[in-house]
């Protein structure tokens, strides 16, 4: 009998695998080497790995009116009103200043943006042009490669059997399919951090130079992708410690290789800026822009989130609303504190405004719909997919406290990153990077009720076995 559970570990990683490509396959196909709409942030990445191409630098190109996404602007250009008239005022701003977010000069280098999928685009843009299917298929494997770090992860915290259920879920999971088709750095985000808990499972089952090596390799490609991850580090650090306190060296190991892989981004930046930083130059413009309910209330309405105009009427400082002048003189570190103090002290003015848009950022988080991903049949999915691995993830964490040592790591990631982006910036897509880790601990539980209903059914047929064999 053709049973999944009865495979070797090397027929199921390569069904998952083959599984997963095939889905995603299928769902890049029809687009082919078009753009897939709405761009959102598509074309900036597009813009960044075109100007390491053509101007030898990461930052805004020299040329902004070049590429497939400028010119499905000139022909499709968005409706009357689509685009709120006060964030339109400001866009039209910054193109007179020649400058992105009014932070970052046109044809300058900058600190804004982590380096690695900008530099995957560029890579693709010199391989295949604007062949956009060829870079979607690149995204199509790093995805399923993602279900195989899914299936690794549930085996060796939990078993084989919880390993291949996640893995599978993954395969199917709707939302790792539908960013493959998107240019952004999503795919990329799930992918790193995958192969980073990955191996952090590893070296903590197996402490040696080997996996030492591979987890800080990964946790630092992670971070050139998304540098939000920095806030994990201290927990992997102290989880590891406290784990075997007797295993330093490879602790020590795993953490100067991350230190060395993001060394020469973090050498670039203190050229540039003359300022020693970590984290992108992006925080103060989006700290200004996600508590700025007027830059983004078309968004706002899409999501179904609506202020009560009290609310609005009685918010203090509202000069905040006024985006700063700022001197040509003022570098994008300076513009990028400015823009970060105007946030926090519009917050500590307005804490209850400030706690509403928190609550309405998390529920967006965890919900079904985003800005992506409107309709009923993206409630649907959601609902049968995400709806019903939530719930599982934590029922299976909280009913066995013998794996609560193995299995913190998981809800501490997934916490992690539906905390900061609810603190931060809303948006589904935020979150995927730690859905892989709710999904593991689901198909613990899932397993679970499998295999009690296969040993129920199991003796109820020994049961009536046994009386029909009875004279």
């Known amino acids: 009998m053709f049973h999944p559970f009865k495979w070797s570990n090397k027929t199921a990683a390569w069904t998952i695998f083959l599984l997963a490509m095939t889905l995603r396959l299928l769902f890049i196909l029809p687009k082919g080497n078009g753009i897939a709409v709405p761009i959102r942030d598509q074309n900036t990445y597009y813009a960044l790995g075109r100007a390491i191409v053509d101007d030898g630098y990461l930052g805004p190109p020299t040329n902004q009116l070049v590429g497939p996404y400028y010119e499905f602007r000139e022909k499709h250009p968005p409706p009357l009103g ?12 910054f193109d007179k200043e020649q400058y992105y977010y009014g932070v970052i000069k046109w044809g300058h280098p900058t600190s804004m943006f982590e380096p690695l999928y900008p530099l995957f685009s560029a890579g693709a843009y010199l391989v295949f042009g604007d062949r956009f299917f060829w870079h979607r298929f690149v995204l199509a494997i790093m995805s399923a490669g993602t279900c195989l770090f899914v299936y690794g992860i549930g085996r060796r915290l939990f078993n084989e059997n919880t390993g291949r259920i996640a893995g599978l879920i993954s395969a199917f999971y709707p939302y790792f399919i539908f960013y493959t088709v998107f240019l952004m750095s999503e795919t990329f985000a799930i992918f790193f951090l995958a192969g980073a ?17 591979l987890f800080g390799l990964w946790l630092g490609l992670a971070f050139l992708n998304r540098s939000i991850i920095l806030g994990l580090i201290p927990f992997f650090l102290l989880y590891l410690i406290f784990y075997d306190r007797k295993q330093f060296f490879p602790i020590f190991l795993s953490f100067l290789t991350f230190a060395m892989v993001i060394l020469p981004w973090v050498y670039r930046n203190y050229r540039l800026q003359g300022e020693f930083i970590l984290l992108s130059t992006r925080g103060g413009y989006n700290i200004w822009m996600r508590n700025n309910p007027y830059f983004y209330e078309d968004e706002l309405k899409v999501l179904g989130i609506e ?10 400082y509202k000069e905040y609303f006024d985006f700063p002048v700022f001197s040509p003189e003022q570098n994008e570190l300076e513009r990028n504190r400015i823009l970060t103090q105007e946030g926090m002290k519009f917050i500590r003015a307005n804490p209850g405004f400030y706690a509403f848009l928190c609550w309405e950022r998390f529920k967006t988080i965890i919900g079904f719909q985003g800005a992506l ?7 649907i999915v959601g609902i049968l997919t995400f709806g019903i691995i939530f719930p599982s993830a934590f029922i299976a964490f909280f009913i066995n406290p013998k794996q609560w040592r193995d299995t913190l790591p998981l809800i501490v990631v997934f916490l992690y990153f539906v905390g900061v982006y609810s603190l931060t910036h809303d948006g589904i897509r935020y979150r995927l990077p730690a859905d892989p880790y709710i999904i593991i601990l689901a198909s613990f539980l899932f397993w679970r009720i499998l295999d009690r209903s296969l040993q129920v059914r199991k003796s109820t047929s020994l049961q009536v076995k046994n009386h029909d064999s009875e004279p």
């Open 82 to 93: 689509a685009i709120p008239e006060y964030r339109q005022k400001l866009m039209d701003r």
């Open 307 to 316: 202020i009560p105009q009290a609310m609005l009427d009685n918010l203090k």
């Open 373 to 379: 991903t409107q309709g009923l049949i993206y409630i």
């Open 197 to 213: 808990v990955y191996y952090f499972v590893r070296l903590k089952d197996e402490p040696g130079i080997k996996f030492a090596i």
